[in-house]
């Protein structure tokens, strides 16, 4: 089985910054991608930012030039740094990894205040 297990949420200003973590332990053979996912009340699920292997990272046209997403591959941990949050950044966040399928964590509530 493989766990991923969050941290860093909360609540914070508009204007204001969080970092996401994300641990992946388990029986985890290698990871080809890792990423954040979140999702607002009432939306779907939309990807925030993924990251390679290798280190190339993707990010949603609203993530980008705010979030900045880092791998350590030794320790098959992804963070989410976001700064300049907006409340419309509120959402539950979750940590993704793909490996041999698909694997989710819990989510982690972020909350951004006007």
């Known amino acids: 089985q493989v766990q991923l297990v969050e941290s860093g949420g909360g609540l914070v200003q508009a204007g204001g910054s969080l970092r996401l973590s994300c641990a992946a332990s388990?029986?985890?053979?290698?990871?080809?991608?890792m990423g954040w996912y979140r999702q607002a009340p009432g939306k779907q699920r939309e990807l925030v930012a993924s990251?390679?292997?290798?280190?190339?990272?993707t990010y949603a046209a609203s993530a980008k030039g705010r979030f900045a997403i880092a791998r350590d591959n030794a320790k098959n941990t992804v963070s989410l740094q976001m700064n300049s949050l907006k409340p419309e950044d509120t959402a539950v966040y979750y940590c993704?990894?793909?490996?041999?399928?698909?694997?989710w964590g819990r989510g982690t509530q972020v909350t951004v205040s006007s």
């Open positions: 993704w990894i793909w490996t041999r399928q698909n694997y």
């Open positions: 388990g029986s985890i053979f290698s990871i080809n991608a």
């Open positions: 990251i390679t292997s290798s280190g190339t990272p």
